[in-house]
């Protein structure tokens, strides 16, 4: 069963927009991590969340965590037609990589 | 530095015949994974190892086997492939808890 739900499944914005995925999740996680997929191949590790922090940066992006909401949102600033991609949020319950992912959400960003 | 590596990266099957998909690491990472992806779906976990000569059952065991005989090296078995099998497949190693995901094999089983 998949742990997160991530919404919206799909979006469409132009170069310069910001994009924001958020994801929801079920039970208690250690840590909740966000990945890209370029269409065909395998997942990059963009960050990492743990559940004592609320907030995190890495350049473009920011993601938020709020353990009470079990939720989490991860914000592209400025975004770039390389952008252009799958972003899966995946949780961690016990710190061993044994990720949950969500179905993802497909980015398109148009040039 | 080849970082995940899976072979092979396509494959047709027939309904009964078995394969193995095999993936290598060379970051020494002691956890390794594999999870498939279906279309409309996030990843899920088939079977994972927390070391050289350990293997456990993930998500959906079901239909599949593993081997962690050396560290680097983390195998998938099929012994008789069946059509829900149809998939693409990820392999990926940890060392602290974010995955290193090979490029994906993708199998189709007729």
């Known amino acids: 069963s998949q742990q997160g739900e991530e919404d919206p499944q799909a979006l469409s914005i132009q170069e310069g927009e910001n994009a924001t995925m958020n994801c929801s999740y079920k039970t208690s996680i250690n840590n909740l991590q966000w990945y890209r997929q370029n269409s065909g191949r395998g997942l990059v590790h963009l960050i990492l969340?743990?559940?004592?922090?609320r907030e995190k940066h890495s350049g473009r992006l920011r993601v938020t965590l709020d353990t009470s909401k079990k939720s989490s949102s991860l914000l592209i600033t400025a975004s770039r037609a390389a952008d252009t991609a799958s972003y899966f949020c995946?949780?961690?319950?016990?710190?061993?990589?044994?990720?949950?992912f969500g179905q993802g959400t497909t980015l398109q960003v148009k040039p | 530095n080849a970082g995940v590596t899976q072979t092979p990266k396509f494959r047709v099957l027939k309904t009964g015949q078995s394969m193995t998909l095999l993936c290598a690491q060379d970051m020494n990472h002691e956890y390794m994974y594999w999870y498939r992806q279906d279309p409309g779906m996030g990843l899920r976990l088939i079977h994972y190892s927390v070391g050289e000569g350990t293997t456990a059952k993930g998500e959906v065991p079901d239909g599949y086997n593993v081997s962690r005989l050396k560290k680097q090296n983390f195998l998938l078995g099929l012994e008789s492939a069946a059509p829900s099998q149809t998939s693409v497949y990820f392999c990926?190693?940890?060392?602290?808890?974010?995955?290193?995901f090979g490029e994906g094999s993708r199998l189709t089983v007729l």
């Open positions: 995946a949780t961690d319950r016990s710190n061993t990589g044994k990720l949950i």
């Open positions: 990926a190693s940890s060392y602290t808890g974010e995955l290193f």
């Open positions: 969340i743990r559940s004592n922090e």
